[in-house]
């Protein structure tokens, strides 16, 4: 079994809604509740209601759940559909998925036509659901931020979730090998692997006692978010690529 999947479902994807949350991008003003469900292992009832009110998270959950037959969008093989990546996205068909970004997230009201347009026809291409196509080809066309180019790929990076290698632990503090998204010549992509620290926020048990040099972790909006493996690191990777690919056909 993947080390992640040991992680109930509802926590572990508080775990990587909480670091969005805390800069109140996503969800309900509630990063201290959820924090508190983190670290005392709260699964039940209050985390769930929590993260049902993330507008966009809840639906993308709910669409993988329901186009793979599974009751529970809480459950660890959905949750990890969406963050990471597996094949459980294969079997989202291109018709639910494109009536999803009209009616289950409203995609239509918040993009320019033609960009609606251009998102339509990369699902007729076969985008999947995943968390980085949302990231580079939807949220990346509705918002507006200050600070031009340098801003939204600062965004961008820290709102997809990356991974990288433990180097070093000091307290909170922990030093990774990750690989940088970049911007050259109308393009994103990813560059070669480089240093950068960052610092736990949370305070369960699961970060003190499991967090080793060697280990390879999510990363969501400087928050590491659990320790994955080898293989999932490959595929998220994979569909990290994939959405780059989409992204830059209309960059």
């Not at 996205?89 to 494109?98: I, Q």
């Not at 939807?138 to 600062?154: M, N, R």
């Amino acid at each position: 079994m993947d080390e992640a999947l040991q992680m109930d479902g509802i926590v572990r994807c508080g775990r990587y809604a909480f670091g969005p949350n805390r800069f109140h991008y996503c969800g309900p003003d509630a990063s201290r509740e959820i924090k508190a469900c983190i670290d005392n292992n709260i699964n039940d009832y209050p985390l769930k209601k929590l993260l049902e009110q993330f507008k966009n998270l809840f639906p993308y959950l709910r669409l993988i759940a329901t186009e793979n037959k599974i009751a529970d969008p809480f459950d660890n093989r959905v949750v990890e559909a969406y963050w990471l990546g597996n094949y459980y996205l294969k079997n989202v068909e291109k018709r639910p998925y494109d009536q999803f970004i009209r009616t289950g997230i409203r995609a239509k009201e918040k993009m320019k036509s033609r960009e609606f347009d251009w998102l339509e026809e990369k699902i007729g291409q076969g985008a999947l659901p995943h968390h980085s196509f949302h990231v580079f080809n939807v949220w990346a066309k509705t918002i507006d931020l200050p600070g031009g180019e340098a801003k939204a790929l600062f965004n961008m990076d820290e709102c997809r979730i990356s991974s990288g290698r433990i180097q070093s632990t000091n307290g909170p503090e922990i030093m990774v090998k990750t690989e940088p998204l970049l911007y050259s010549q109308g393009k994103i992509f990813l560059g070669q692997p480089v240093s950068r620290t960052i610092t736990r926020k949370l305070e369960a048990e699961y970060d003190i006692e499991n967090l080793k040099p060697g280990q390879i972790i999510s990363i969501h909006w400087s928050q590491p978010c659990e320790v994955i493996t080898e293989a999932q690191a490959t595929r998220l990777r994979q569909f990290t690529m994939a959405s780059i690919k989409f992204a830059n056909q209309t960059m």
